[in-house]
């Protein structure tokens, strides 16, 4: 099984599969109602192939991407060009970001905050968050807490065909969950078939959950200040709820660290 780091999870076939395998899109409006009531310019943590930031972008916001991964990097940037959009996306980790600017608004679409794959890094990359905020500013962090997957759901196949008539699947094969080190490995299989000429990766998908108390002591240590945690529907979120997102702001008007 190829195992690159878990910044580097999504390169090559899996880049290319993720956006259409994938469960479903973020609703860009969310994000967009976020930026708007926060402040420009705007960060998106995690923005990989540019879904929703293009959409925020071509609504008229200021908003700049991030992601660690140079494929969706470069994909982003092309689906931008496609659209005749000017973004400007940084490829960096989250974790040791370093743009040399802050912005009133932060955020991640989605829970890509879970793919860190441990405190240590997840606080690392509060800190990056608390450097990055300008004063005043929030940033805003979904998280999720894994279900067990039902064993009749592992091994099912998802496929779809491109316009260069490849055809791509997806099949989470194994799950092992660490209930006590909060993670959850999936063995993933993706395929690229062109012609019967097919590609085949097997890699290990890492998913570190948090606690609303764990992840609101990260979020504290690292010089942030927890303003909500909320449930998908923007209400507090209840404390044993498996989908939250955390608003953070700084702890002190001088986020630097």
Not at 75 to 82: E, G, I, L
Request: aromatic content about 8%; some cysteine; proline content about 10%.
């Amino acid at each position: 099984m190829i195992r690159p780091p878990p910044e580097l999870f999504y390169t090559g076939i899996v880049a290319q599969a993720y956006g259409p395998l994938r469960s479903s899109p973020p609703d860009p409006r969310i994000y967009a109602g976020f930026v708007k009531s926060t402040g420009q310019p705007a960060l998106e943590l995690g923005c990989g192939d540019g879904d929703p930031l293009l959409d925020l972008v071509a609504g008229g916001l200021d908003v700049e991407g991030l992601d660690s991964s140079p494929d969706m990097v470069a994909r982003c940037r092309a689906a931008a060009a496609s659209r005749g959009l000017d973004v400007v996306v940084h490829e960096q980790p989250m974790q040791s970001m370093d743009l040399g600017r802050r912005y009133p608004s932060i955020y991640l679409a989605g829970p890509t905050f879970n793919l860190l794959p441990d405190d240590d890094t997840a606080g690392r990359a509060l800190e990056r968050i608390a450097a990055h905020l300008a004063p005043g500013g929030a940033a805003l962090v979904p998280l999720f807490v894994p279900p067990v997957t039902p064993p009749e759901h592992l091994g099912v196949v998802r496929s779809y065909t491109d316009d260069h008539g490849t055809t791509f699947r997806f099949a989470a094969l194994h799950e092992a969950r660490d209930d006590e080190a909060r993670t959850l490995v999936t063995t993933t299989r993706y395929e690229a078939d062109h012609d019967g000429d097919v590609v085949v990766e097997e890699r290990p998908w890492v998913v570190h959950w948090h606690t609303q108390p764990g992840f609101g002591a990260l979020a504290e240590r690292a010089g942030l200040t927890v303003t909500a945690v909320v449930a998908p529907d923007g209400t507090r979120a209840e404390a044993d709820a498996p989908v939250f997102a955390f608003i953070l702001t700084p702890a002190t008007g001088d986020a630097e660290r």
